[in-house]
């Protein structure tokens, strides 16, 4: 069973920043896409970036230019720096890992990030 952990959510003024990890245990296959959705209130999960086993990233445009995604296979932790953070960011953060040969995903409980004006 795969877990995912995340932590580094919180208050922040704007302008600020936070860093998100997250740390997956368990059996993992070693290709995978690991990376942030966020949730705000009354809203779809939305992709906010992810990064592949092999270092390939795909973001959401409003996000590129202040948040920035890397990972650390041997440790299967990813993690998420954002800074300039705006109100707009304001959500719940999950972290995801999907593994392409099962088409398994899987989940953190999610963590907030609340960006006050």
């Known amino acids: 069973q795969v877990q995912l952990v995340e932590s580094g959510g919180g208050l922040v003024q704007a302008g600020g920043s936070l860093r998100l990890s997250c740390a997956a245990s368990?059996?993992?296959?070693?290709?995978?896409?690991m990376g942030w959705y966020r949730q705000a209130p009354g809203k779809q999960r939305d992709l906010v970036a992810i990064i592949t086993s092999g270092g390939r990233i795909n973001s959401l445009d409003s996000v590129k230019g202040r948040f920035t995604i890397s990972r650390d296979s041997a440790k299967n932790t990813v993690y998420l720096q954002m800074n300039s953070l705006k109100p707009e960011d304001t959500a719940v953060y999950y972290c995801?890992?999907?593994?392409?040969?099962?088409?398994?995903?899987?989940w953190g409980q999610g963590t907030q990030v609340t960006v006050s004006s």
């Open positions: 995801n890992l999907y593994t392409p040969r099962d088409q398994k995903d899987y």
């Open positions: 368990g059996v993992i296959l070693s290709i995978n896409t």
